[in-house]
């Protein structure tokens, strides 16, 4: 039991169990699912392909927060991305595919590189993750804003809705391509060096360099790869609604992703990472949202409920915290915090 | 001295950690005027002891009595205010703040409801007079050397009226004439009456400056003795608990080894890098230990680093077996078979939130990108081989290196190189801050290598060591090469100390 | 890093700010007509002196090390609270106005308790209390609530003349106030002192005995009050509550004081340059409005350009000072 609680993913699941069965106490059929025109349909399926978007986010930003980083631009990158797919499309109709990949390929290719640029920021300029992703989170918002002229412009190209609205044996084809990016991530994280690498040198960037490991193209990558999710996040989420909008287009989403990870039990000091507890830590915020919308509460608790959500999550994550209402992680914790400066404990 | 009343006296003092039994029956008796030296090897239990007394741990169990009163010290801040302050090995002050403001931080000079910045100028002034000591008190604390951090640092602790002063290996970080300095300062504070602790791994400052010394040893309290009163061996062999038969064994076992290798691995040819070390020519042969003897700042990391490619070389040539070899980075050192075991063991060694297993595989594993993952069985062999023959304690492959003592990370960094099987090895200062036992095993494994022809650079402040263990010594001072012995038996620490000191 | 930034280079940045303001004006002065004159000056102070006033909490935070993400939301939540109370309590400004300083001066406590007490991150924390305090204001109403009361239309219309034609109102002046008793609490007190120390080093902090519990969670609760006292000067600017007012705002709030020189690692930094960093958001949007045809989102790219140039040019400096301290 002991070491179940002790799993960095034992709260996170907890919290998404509970956020269910509340559902499930408010709507008795909350977990059923039914094929409707061969597309299979129900709640959880709908907190699964709304939480698509986020889900993918999440996972560029675990890997930045795993380096010691913080990606605060990809919100601006979703607009980006909504606003270049929307805009290589406005002017195409009819259902040939080529504007589609068109629009994926710019918007991905644009936004892996701006990506990389606060990569470039962060490893070769030495720049503080924060500071440099803000330059992008204030900047990029302007330029999809520039790109969109300021106004929501709709798409009338039916393929650019499969991205984001399509079906693909009875699933929405948008968990396909969340489930899709977090494999990779997963097999190129832990099936190879890459996942070590990028623990070492979040926990130790001078010494993962004497070590041998290129730190620099460590951090460049996984800045790239945040902008990469974004930007299909971005896409996804243009293809939702067939239209982009550089005002409000991912609007809050850095934030979002953010507790995604920190909930899902990755430090923010970077180190650790764990990819899993990412994706739980997105479908609590969505089932959140879903939640506050199904049983009726107003949207506007959404806020409220989110804060304390995010509030309980770190508590319960902080040792402090456990040390002083539960009474254990004991000690161990406080000596962690005070060896990390300091002395070593012997 | 023994009729007067101890300033300070800790008796029964328990603190336990989960699973450790950090300090047990622990005892600790300070006079005024007396510089106390708290011995012990790592994990003995002084800092943890220091901590206690500095209010930064909570006590479980015994007394602590100032002047015959019982007190409770229950933090930093409480334990200033009962006059006793520490100057820690790492210089724990604010570097982003003026001279002045470290000294008076906390306990500022108020006139009018406001600071008053030129008092406090003038007063911090005086203060570093007594210390010998003028500098710009006005400037950033970070624009000047360690050494003067650590006398900043000092005088912090003397305007608190400080009735007891632990210093916290104050000198591992200075040079002769620093250490020199800091003893006349520690003389003439003495003379004022104050109780200092002083804790130090060379032992001869310990009997160079103290009066008494308390032995810890495992968490445990071994004694109380006059330091003139104790001879070194004794001393030792109480603070590692081994037998001085053994001791001895241990302190004559390489002794004029001169290897006949003419084979060279490695050949520096004027290389240099501005502003660090001065152009110098270095060979290292196979089977061959090369000790860089110099004072702190004398450029020897700084070579070392050029060498490995840590820092760019601006100047000369590198040949690696006979070969003109080019490495701009770390990673290209490696893949040429050279490894670089780092004096910064906390900022540049142990990667802290990975395992041991983890830690030792890093470099091998760059070696081998990321593509060529090793996999978890081949891992855990190799951890568990490299515990087991460096007797890294505890024995767990799994276990965060943070939670290690420093001795045992830094077994762990040296397996890290091992794993890579390297020709060359360069070790800076891989014996400071820990304990004897761990310090004879690492150079136990040096002579092991060299046997097995693998060539080692060894950086150390100890001269004894460097005559004990290499073959040639390389001397460097104010950032240049100067002489280049071969250690035929004859060789001295006097002269070798010469050249450092230079001007002779 | 920063440690070892030195004294002439640390205030070369509070230099670099005040020279591109005065490069910007004389900019707006050389192309505009109307430009140079005193109330256009003036008018930056006006329309800016919320944000002054919540600048110079962040300043605080920022130094300590810390970031406050609560404080667009707070002024969102002090602008509600101020004018249900008024308009729906009925109640006199005299209980009007103090409560709604609480507001965020309690937010702000909590926020750093935890922060300090449980060892979490300042980034999160805030976070939370950004969602919280905006939540809060959606609860108390969805719609604006306009206000109508001879109280708040004082201060929001009384002009207080100036030499030559010119006024500045009464926030201007609150902002101004506030802004001195900062720098007067930044150099001369001991809490000042503090909280530059915490910035450079919280372990060494503590160790040299100093108070930060106490000064950590007092940092935030300065932010809070003065993210309130900003609410209620937005909320005179305004005249109304709304839980999208200054939405985004903790943004603009962190790039004008790193505009204005602060570091965001901490330990480094101006309150005046906080001030004039606000003066140069001011005046980017002044010149966009001259411009006429510039449409808004150029603001939020010269925005990220000059904190891109801001950055940069703190990187050259401490890069410059490593290598003094290298050789030196």
Request: glycine share 10%; proline share 3%; charged share 15%.
């Amino acid at each position: 039991m002991k070491a179940i609680i002790k799993s960095r993913l034992f709260w996170p699941i907890l919290v998404l169990m509970l956020i269910l069965l509340i559902n499930l106490f408010f709507d008795s059929s909350f977990f059923s699912m039914e094929i409707r025109n061969g597309r299979l349909t129900g709640s959880l399926i709908d907190i699964l392909n709304r939480g698509a978007p986020l889900i993918l986010i999440s996972i560029g930003m675990t890997l930045v927060i795993a380096t010691k980083g913080i990606d605060l631009s990809v919100g601006s990158v979703i607009a980006m991305s909504g606003a270049i797919g929307a805009m290589t499309v406005a002017s195409a109709d009819g259902t040939g595919l080529g504007p589609l990949l068109m629009a994926i390929g710019l918007s991905l290719l644009i936004c892996t590189f701006v990506g990389g640029w606060n990569g470039l920021l962060v490893s070769r300029v030495g720049v503080q993750p924060i500071v440099a992703t803000l330059i992008l989170m204030v900047a990029g918002r302007g330029v999809a804003q520039l790109i969109t002229g300021g106004q929501i412009t709709t798409v009338y190209y039916d393929p650019y809705s499969f991205i984001g609205g399509g079906y693909l044996l009875a699933l929405p084809f948008s968990i396909f391509i969340a489930a899709f990016v977090f494999l990779i991530a997963v097999l190129l994280t832990r099936k190879t060096a890459l996942g070590l690498f990028i623990e070492s040198v979040g926990s130790n960037p001078d010494a993962s360099r004497l070590a041998g490991i290129n730190s620099k193209n460590i951090m460049l990558m996984v800045y790239m790869f945040s902008g990469f999710c974004a930007g299909v996040g971005g896409l996804i989420l243009s293809s939702n609604v067939m239209s982009a909008d550089g005002n409000n287009a991912g609007l809050w989403f850095e934030l979002d992703a953010i507790l995604a990870v920190v909930i899902g039990g990755t430090s923010l000091m970077g180190g650790r990472f764990y990819l899993t507890g990412t994706v739980i830590g997105a479908l609590i915020i969505q089932s959140l949202t879903t939640t506050i919308y199904s049983i009726g509460i107003p949207a506007e608790t959404n806020l409220v409920v989110k804060a304390l959500v995010v509030l309980i999550v770190c508590l319960l994550q902080s040792p402090e915290f456990r040390r002083k209402v539960f009474g254990f992680g004991k000690v161990k914790g406080a000596g962690e915090q005070k060896g990390k400066e300091g002395a070593t404990l012997l | 001295m023994a009729e007067q009343l101890p300033r300070l006296e800790m008796t029964n003092i328990v603190k336990e950690f989960p699973g450790v039994k950090a300090l047990s029956d622990v005892q600790l008796r300070l006079y005024p005027g007396e510089v106390h030296a708290l011995m012990g090897e790592n994990g003995a239990g002084k800092s943890t002891l220091i901590k206690v007394l500095t209010g930064v741990y909570p006590i479980d169990q015994g007394t602590v009595t100032l002047e015959g009163n019982p007190v409770h010290i229950s933090s930093p801040l409480k334990a200033q205010e009962h006059g006793i302050t520490t100057v820690y090995q790492e210089v724990n002050l604010c570097s982003n703040l003026s001279v002045t403001e470290n000294i008076f931080i906390g306990r500022e000079i108020k006139k009018y409801g406001r600071l008053a910045w030129k008092e406090m100028h003038q007063r911090a002034e005086k203060l570093l007079e007594r210390l010998q000591l003028k500098i710009d008190v006005t400037k950033l604390l970070s624009s000047y050397s360690v050494a003067i951090q650590q006398m900043v640092a000092i005088a912090r602790a003397l305007n608190v009226s400080a009735k007891i002063l632990i210093l916290d290996e104050p000198t591992s970080s200075l040079d002769r004439d620093e250490v020199q300095q800091l003893f006349a300062v520690m003389r003439q504070l003495k003379k004022d009456g104050l109780a200092i602790v002083f804790v130090s791994h060379f032992l001869d400052q310990i009997f160079e400056i103290t009066d008494r010394l308390t032995v810890l040893r495992n968490g445990e309290w071994i004694g109380e003795y006059k330091t003139a009163e104790i001879s070194r061996m004794d001393l030792v062999s109480k603070m590692i608990g081994k037998e001085l038969e053994e001791m001895e064994a241990i302190s004559s076992k390489n002794t004029g080894n001169t290897t006949e290798s003419t084979q060279s691995f490695l050949q520096a040819d004027e290389v240099g890098l501005k502003g660090k070390v001065e152009p110098f020519d270095l060979e290292m042969r196979k089977g061959e230990i090369v000790g860089l003897a110099g004072l702190l700042g004398s450029g020897r990391t700084e070579m070392a680093r050029v060498l490995f490619g840590a820092d760019k070389k601006d100047k000369g040539k590198i040949k690696v077996n006979g070969k003109e070899a080019h490495f701009s980075s770390p990673r290209n050192a490696i893949l040429y078979k050279i490894g670089f075991c780092s004096e910064n063991r906390k900022t540049e060694g142990i990667i802290p939130e990975l395992t041991v297993r983890e830690n030792m595989i890093l470099a091998i594993q760059s070696v081998y990108g990321w593509f060529r993952y090793l996999s978890k069985a081949k891992q855990m062999k190799i951890a568990d081989e490299y515990i087991q023959l460096l007797n890294i304690n505890p024995a767990n492959p799994e276990q965060l290196i943070k939670n290690l003592s420093g001795g045992n990370q830094q077994k762990v960094m040296l397996a890290r190189w091992l794993v890579t099987d390297p020709d060359l090895l360069i070790l800076d200062e891989p014996t400071r801050g820990i304990d004897i036992g761990a310090k004879t095993e690492i150079m136990k494994l040096m002579t092991k290598l060299s046997k097995e022809n693998k060539s080692i650079l060894f950086i150390s402040s100890e001269i004894e060591e460097i005559l004990r263990t290499c073959d040639r010594i390389a001397v460097l001072r104010d950032r240049k090469k100067v002489k280049e012995f071969d250690n035929d038996g004859k060789l001295t620490q006097q002269d070798v100390m010469k050249e450092m000191a230079g001007g002779g | 890093m920063i440690n070892r930034l030195s004294l002439d280079y640390k205030q070369l940045p509070l230099v670099a700010t005040i020279a591109l303001f005065v490069l910007m004006f004389s900019f707006g002065s050389l192309r505009y007509t109307g430009f140079l004159s005193t109330q256009v000056f003036l008018n930056l102070f006006i329309d800016n002196a919320f944000l002054i006033v919540i600048a110079v909490g962040m300043t605080f935070v920022i130094l300590s090390g810390g970031i406050d993400l609560s404080v667009g939301s707070v002024i969102a939540l002090t602008s509600m609270v101020a004018a249900s109370l008024t308009m729906e309590a009925q109640l006199s400004p005299w209980i009007v106005v103090p409560v709604s300083l609480l507001v965020g001066t309690i937010l702000g406590m909590i926020q750093g308790s935890l922060i300090h007490f449980y060892n979490l991150q300042p980034f999160i924390v805030t976070l939370a209390g950004m969602f919280l305090a905006r939540g809060l204001s959606y609860l108390i109403s969805v719609e604006t609530i306009s206000i109508d009361h001879p109280f708040f239309s004082y201060m929001a219309n009384s002009q207080i003349p100036l030499p030559g034609n010119n006024f500045i109102s009464i926030s201007v002046v609150i902002a101004l106030i506030v802004a001195a008793i900062a720098i007067f609490i930044a150099h001369f007190t001991n809490f000042g002192r503090t909280v530059y120390a915490i910035g450079g080093s919280e372990q060494s902090a503590l160790l040299m005995g100093l108070p930060v519990t106490r000064t950590k969670i007092l940092i935030y609760t300065l932010s809070g009050f003065l993210a309130s006292l900003a609410g209620l000067i937005f909320t005179f600017y305004m005249l109304s509550g709304y839980g999208l007012h200054a939405n985004g705002m903790e943004l603009d709030t962190i790039a004008a004081v790193v505009i204005g020189g602060t570091l965001l690692t901490g330990g480094a930094g101006y309150v005046a340059g906080s001030v004039v960093g606000v003066l140069i958001l001011g005046i980017i949007q002044t010149i966009i409005v001259f411009e006429g045809t510039l449409s808004s989102w150029w603001t939020k790219i010269a925005i990220g350009v000059l904190l891109l140039l801001f950055i940069v040019l703190q990187r050259v400096i401490v890069w410059r000072s490593e290598k003094k301290a290298g050789t030196g």
